[in-house]
């Protein structure tokens, strides 16, 4: 397993390296609706590696990450529709907290953003609990922009890091550092699940 992960690692840069530009933003966009922390690590490695500038990788990682969590708002919004699920939940009960997410909205992204665990709850919540899209977009892009820009710059110089000390490349230091800071989230999901 150990031999095949560099082989891994050089294949999967072989096939970025000949994907152009474009290619590469579409697979950065697609990657953070699955897993956000490697597709920021691995744009940062494709700025390194001179891929990607630092305006199409922040482009990319900032759509995906908002689409993302506009998808999570429509999801709640879809929820509401379903009557059971209204009930379930109590939507009358909830209606008094609409009012309350609605004026604190931008807030209420701003920490859902920056907590790790809080997104779902938050922007499904903001959408169930029928927050107007209006105020609601823009909070997201509110927090996407800033958050993304600093995340980026912080895995850049992180995994500049990791070239400079180790003398690794710009990928295998992106998996690297994206691999990390999702055994983190792994761990500290399953230290809350335990509490």
């Known amino acids: 397993m150990a031999s095949s992960l560099p082989t891994l690692v050089s294949g999967l840069w072989q096939v970025l390296e000949h994907a152009g530009p474009t290619a590469m933003m579409i697979g950065l966009v697609g990657l953070t609706l699955l897993l956000e922390e490697v597709a920021v690590a691995l744009g940062a490695g494709l ?11 922040f482009v990319a990682l900032s759509f995906g990450i908002a689409v993302g969590d506009l998808g ?11 009557k059971a699920l209204r009930h379930r939940l109590g939507i009358e009960r909830a209606e008094r907290w609409r ?49 993304t820009a600093l995340l980026l710059f912080a895995g850049h110089t992180l ?18 550092l994206g691999g990390l800071v999702f055994a ?6 399953h230290l809350r699940a335990r509490n």
């Open 47 to 57: 700025i390194l590696s001179g891929a990607l500038s630092p305006a199409q990788a």
């Open 72 to 82: 999570l708002y429509g999801l709640g919004s879809l929820a509401r529709r379903i």
């Open 99 to 147: 009012g309350a997410l609605h004026r604190r909205i931008v807030p209420a992204v701003l920490l859902a953003r920056m907590v790790p665990g809080l997104r779902l709850p938050t922007y499904s919540g903001a959408g169930f609990l029928n927050v107007p899209f209006n105020a609601f977009a823009p909070a997201v892009l509110l927090s996407v922009l800033p958050w």
């Open 159 to 176: 995994i500049g890091w990791f070239e400079r000390q180790f003398g690794m490349s710009p990928l295998a230091g992106a998996l690297g």
């Open 184 to 189: 983190v989230s792994l761990i500290a999901g």
